[in-house]
């Protein structure tokens, strides 16, 4: 039973993800709109309404739905290193706790400052805090958290299932061998804005990582099948 709950959260999970992200893109034109102006971003968010904001929770309840698809991976490959597996569930959990509060924001703390923002009796000082704090979201916990964390923890808890599927029986060798090259992508893609390249981003990085999670998303589905199928 465990095998097969964790199959279809591992199908389930790319899917949701996808099919909401492509949602956001849709109606917000996200990530895009991120690099516009903080006015025109929030006016564009509070055009959108509840249905906005849901779609915002629903995407954000995607990366919570990684911390239990970690611990019952784990599980499933239990012949594999039992130290390996530790590590694969703590990486995974806190890939999904990061990822969390990095998105979160969207369904909380910007609808507040879009109304704000909206507001005819806000004072030209009251929309200039706005725009410090949503910048400063943005930064902390869309950059530093959900994007940085997130890719460096999802990395790593990719690279040790891919461990654990080469020493397992349950999964074959080319599994691990294709979570191993997926996990280099998102811990480079983790160095888009470290550094010297805090201020604007890495370009390079900021290709690979979309990439990243379509090979990733496609590498999950294929788990996924693999363990109903077995």
Known sequence: MTRIVTGVLLIVLPIAYNVLFAA???????PDILRRPTAEVLERFAAGGSRLVLTWWAFTMTAVLLAPTAVLLSVTLADAEPAILSLATASGVLAALVQFLGLVRWAFAVPH???LAADPASTPATREAVDVVFQTLNRYLGVAVGEHLGYLFTGLWTAFVAVTALQSDVLPAATGIAGLVLAVTFVVGAAEFVGP?????????GKLVPLAYVGWSLWLLATGVLLLLG
């Open 113 to 115: 400052l879009a109304r």
């Open 24 to 30: 956001l893109a849709r109606s917000f034109d996200y």
């Open 197 to 205: 390249f805090e201020p604007e981003g890495w370009a390079f990085a």
